[in-house]
C-alpha cells in the first residue's frame, strides 16, 4: 500500500503543530520550572546583634533552624532569649519575604501587583480580575 503525497503532508503539519504546541508550553512553563527551583532552595539566616541566636527561616516562613551559642543560657533570662528568637525569626522572615517578591514579581500579569496576591490585603478577587496574557503573548 503506498502513502500518497497528501498523507505525508497532513502528517508533516501534524507534527509541526505538535512540536510548536510543545515549544509554546516549555517556553511558558520554563520560567515556572526556574522560579520553583529558586523557591525551594531560598533561605535566609538571620543572627542576632550579640552573635548569641541564630535563626533560618525557608521560603514559606517555616523555621528552619535556630541555633544558639552555649552562653546564651548565662547571658539571658528565659523571657529574653525568647524575644531574641522570636526576633530572629522575624527579621530572617521579612528578608525572606523580599527574597520571595524578586523572584515571583517578574511573573506576576501586567496590572495585578504584588501585594494584590501575596500582601496584606489581599484578595482572590483582585487575582481573578487581573488581564492575564494569552498563551505565547508574554515573552
Known amino acids: 500500500m503506498a502513502v500518497s503525497d497528501k498523507g505525508l503532508g497532513v ?4 507534527h509541526a503543530a505538535l512540536e510548536k504546541a510543545a515549544a509554546d508550553f516549555e517556553r511558558t ?9 529558586r523557591l525551594k532552595e531560598l533561605t535566609h539566616t538571620s ?3 550579640n552573635g548569641m541566636v541564630t535563626v533560618t527561616v525557608g521560603a514559606h516562613g517555616q523555621v528552619v533552624s535556630i541555633s544558639l551559642d552555649p552562653r546564651v543560657y548565662r547571658k539571658l533570662s528565659p523571657s529574653e532569649l525568647a524575644d ?3 526576633g530572629q525569626i ?3 522572615s521579612r528578608q525572606v519575604s523580599a527574597h520571595l ?4 514579581e517578574p511573573l506576576m500579569p501586567d496590572g495585578l501587583r504584588y501585594e494584590e496576591i501575596f500582601g496584606a490585603g489581599a484578595s482572590l478577587e483582585a487575582f481573578f480580575s487581573a488581564p492575564f496574557p494569552a498563551p505565547g503573548e508574554r515573552a
Open 101 to 104: 517578591r524578586e523572584v515571583v
Open 29 to 37: 512553563t520554563g520560567p515556572l520550572r526556574e522560579v520553583y527551583a
Open 90 to 92: 522575624a527579621v530572617a
Open 47 to 49: 543572627r542576632s546583634s
Open 11 to 14: 502528517h508533516d503539519e501534524v
Open 84 to 86: 531574641a528568637i522570636t
